[in-house]
């Protein structure tokens, strides 16, 4: 090859340098790094001087003080992981919890719990049928998830999967669908259709022991098959299931280190199959499972990741109005990207 064909050399840019930052907070070998960048068709020289001017950097040094004391947190919260390690693997039940025992056993202590009894003779039980809730709704119009099983990212781009249409044809759509994830009625969909579905509240006990006065929910509706992927609320909530089974997968806040959340609340693990080679973080992760049957009351604590898979048609009621402290998302952190 001759010197007119001879292939340019790969300039270092800017997505390059915050490579090598990022690989040698991470504890990445100078030389080692250096290496890859060669491979990857960078002029040795130029490689070796990026990750000397690197390490040289008075900002390098001062992310390393971040990351120690990320580091730390870390440990902190790596010890939390372990000690639960020494508990089953499950979320209790409690028939007919009292408010001031909820509270002080698992809303404080930030700790799931299935509550059984509470829902015993509730009207929507019984009335909330497919031909019920099409001859009193039918007419209204709601807002639906459509096309979810054409974006992996169906859950962070919900806006955009949005479709209205009269509430019978979505009732008729849930009772001739097979198993699918393709469409849904979510708490995404609620400030179209809270109006729309607002007099099915009524049909719920007030739980008082735990809810505020007139407090009111989101309304999930969808065939078996649907799956909300992991990710945290940023309060704490209450899951009233209502018709049909979901399984729940749960991982405890203190492992979030190793749930790879790099966007908002949301984590790539898969929850039905957690590939291990691709995330391998997760080994050893406690992973609390059970399975909500109609008339049973999930505690949802904030923080927790779940991972939720309808099991048939299902109807559940999610709120949060609980008589305590449950302002988490003020505090919330803003995403910083430079």
């Not at 955009?160 to 699918?180: I, K």
């Not at 779940?306 to 048609?313: C, R, T």
Request: charged share 20%.
């Amino acid at each position: 090859m001759n010197r007119q064909d001879a292939v340019p050399p790969t300039a270092v840019n800017d997505s390059w340098r915050g490579w090598i930052a990022e690989n040698l907070i991470l504890g990445g070998q100078p030389g080692h790094l250096a290496g890859i960048m060669v491979q990857s068709g960078i002029a040795e020289a130029a490689a070796r001087a990026e990750v000397e001017a690197a390490l040289a950097s008075p900002y390098l040094r001062g992310v390393a003080r971040l990351h120690n004391r990320l580091a730390k947190r870390d440990w902190v919260l790596g010890i939390q992981s372990r000690l639960n390690q020494l508990a089953p693997a499950e979320v209790p039940r409690r028939e007919r919890l009292l408010g001031d025992d909820f509270l002080h056993e698992f809303y404080q202590r930030n700790q799931p719990v299935i509550i059984t009894g509470m829902l015993d003779g509730c009207a929507a039980r019984d009335k909330w049928t497919f031909d019920y809730l099409a001859a009193q709704l039918g007419e209204r119009e709601v807002e639906v998830q459509f096309g979810r099983n054409a974006d992996p990212d169906y859950e962070i781009n919900s806006t955009s999967h949005r479709r209205r249409m009269p509430f019978g044809d979505y009732v008729a759509l849930v009772r001739n669908a097979r198993v699918t994830n393709d469409f849904y009625m979510t708490a995404n969909n609620d400030g179209r259709n809270r109006d729309a579905l607002q007099g099915l509240m009524a049909d719920l006990p007030p739980l008082d022991a735990y809810l505020q006065p007139g407090s009111t929910g989101f309304f999930w509706f969808g065939p078996a098959g649907t799956i909300t992927p992991f990710h945290h609320d940023l309060t704490n909530n209450f899951m009233l299931q209502i018709a049909g089974r979901k399984r729940v997968r749960l991982v405890a806040p203190c492992d979030t280190p190793k749930m790879y959340n790099q966007r908002h609340c949301f984590s790539p693990v898969d929850g039905r199959n957690i590939d291990l080679e691709r995330f391998p973080m997760m080994a050893g992760v406690q992973v609390r499972e059970c399975v909500l049957a109609p008339g049973e009351i999930l505690f949802l604590p904030v923080g927790w990741w779940h991972f939720v898979e309808a099991l048939d048609v299902t109807i559940t009621v999610s709120t949060t109005h609980f008589h305590w402290d449950n302002d988490f998302y003020s505090q919330y952190p803003a995403t910083q990207d430079f």
